[in-house]
């Protein structure tokens, strides 16, 4: 049975950071990329950011890009979302996902398994 177990949520100010966990179980890790998306309240889930399985291919979205980094250790069979420079516009519920590659999530897909999402909430 596949599990990813999403964790590392909180409320956070406008300016800070936060670091979320992925730990997947159940699947061979090394093989699949891995995304992390989010859904705002009233919004449809979207692609923040995601890595291929040997890190050779990383995609962040634009709104995200320079302030969020996406990395794995396939040895711990856990991907991360390091998050700073935090705004209120990054809440949301921030699940991550399995898929065959990267590209299944770059042509719109949105995985194979999913995380039961935590929930970030950044404060103005």
């Known amino acids: 049975q596949v599990q990813l177990v999403e964790s590392g949520g909180g409320l956070v100010q406008a300016g800070g950071s936060l670091r979320l966990s992925c730990a997947a179980s159940?699947?061979?890790?090394?093989?699949?990329?891995m995304g992390w998306f989010r859904q705002a309240p009233g919004k449809e889930r979207v692609l923040v950011a995601a890595?291929?399985?040997?890190?050779?291919?990383?995609f962040y979205t634009v709104p995200v890009k320079g302030r969020f980094t996406i990395s794995r250790d396939n040895a711990k069979n856990t991907v991360y979302l390091q998050m700073s420079s935090l705004k209120p516009a990054d809440t949301a519920v921030y699940y991550c996902?399995?898929?065959?590659?990267?590209?299944?999530?770059?042509?719109?897909?949105?995985?194979?398994?999913w995380g039961q999402g935590t929930q970030v909430t950044v404060s103005s």
């Open positions: 890595v291929n399985r040997d890190s050779g291919l990383i």
């Open positions: 996902a399995a898929a065959i590659t990267v590209q299944t999530f770059l042509d719109g897909g949105e995985g194979d398994y």
């Open positions: 159940g699947l061979t890790f090394n093989r699949v990329a």
